[in-house]
């Protein structure tokens, strides 16, 4: 139990276009989503949190014009790069968490397996 | 405001040997500390969290509030150890903030 998707795996585009990244949760709903970029050899950093239903609230140093967040449903995220760039070349990998899960696991998180953009 | 600090990016040992990669935070409230690893083209997914006081493959890892620690060890490294492990703390309920992670490598 517990599985998060991501859509696609790898996406490919030119400069100024503007890319969607799904996150879905598979088998459980998932009241908070959450977006993380990982540079090379580097860790995550937390993009932005987003609760179903609400805006998302993102960290400091993220545009929100730029990385648009819309969490319309408990299993469904998604991340819109506008007038995408190379410099926002990146793994991106959602998570999520959810209330239910046993063992009163309310903090967990369940990762994505990524999602690499690569803006030529 | 949180912080994780992972003190090594690169651990290297050899099968049998003893690990212990080092995880160090610091937060102003009650910290719930995990560890998660991610082994070669495969997704983050969670080792083990300080609440569950539990053993996972073999590893554990002890909240040492004094030290503001919460190192990660196993006494026999195996070759499947070899990944990237990352300690995260999480803060403002439900959040994570990742240290730099640590890759190791378990030579045969």
């Known amino acids: 139990g517990a599985v998060v998707s991501q859509h696609p795996s790898w996406v490919i585009c030119k400069s100024g276009t503007s890319v969607k990244i799904e996150c879905r949760s598979l088998d459980f709903q998932a009241t908070t989503m959450f977006w993380y970029r990982q540079f090379p050899k580097q860790s995550l950093m937390l993009m932005a949190t987003?609760?179903?239903?609400?805006?998302?609230?993102?960290e400091q140093g993220v545009e929100k014009d730029k990385f648009l967040i819309n969490h319309a449903s408990l299993t469904l995220s998604t991340l819109t790069v506008t007038s995408a760039h190379p410099e926002d070349s990146s793994f991106y990998i959602c998570?999520?968490?959810?209330?239910?899960?046993?063992?009163?696991?309310?903090?967990?998180?369940?990762f994505g397996p990524g999602t690499r953009l690569t803006v030529l | 405001a949180q912080r994780v600090t992972q003190p090594e990016k690169l651990l290297s040992v050899f099968k049998g040997a003893p690990v212990e990669l080092k995880c160090n935070y610091s937060y102003s409230g009650s910290p719930e500390l995990f560890w998660y690893v991610q082994y070669s083209r495969q997704r983050l997914q969670l080792l083990l969290r300080h609440i569950s006081r539990e053993s996972i493959k073999g590893f554990t890892a002890d909240l040492n509030k004094g030290e503001t620690s919460f190192h990660l060890k196993k006494p026999f490294a195996q070759e499947e150890d070899s990944a990237m492990y990352y300690c995260?703390?999480?803060?403002?309920?439900?959040?994570?903030?990742f240290g730099g992670g640590t890759r190791l490598m378990v030579k045969p």
């Open positions: 987003s609760n179903e239903g609400s805006k998302a609230t993102y």
């Open positions: 995260a703390l999480v803060h403002a309920g439900n959040m994570l903030t």
């Open positions: 998570s999520a968490r959810g209330p239910g899960l046993a063992g009163g696991r309310l903090s967990e998180q369940f």
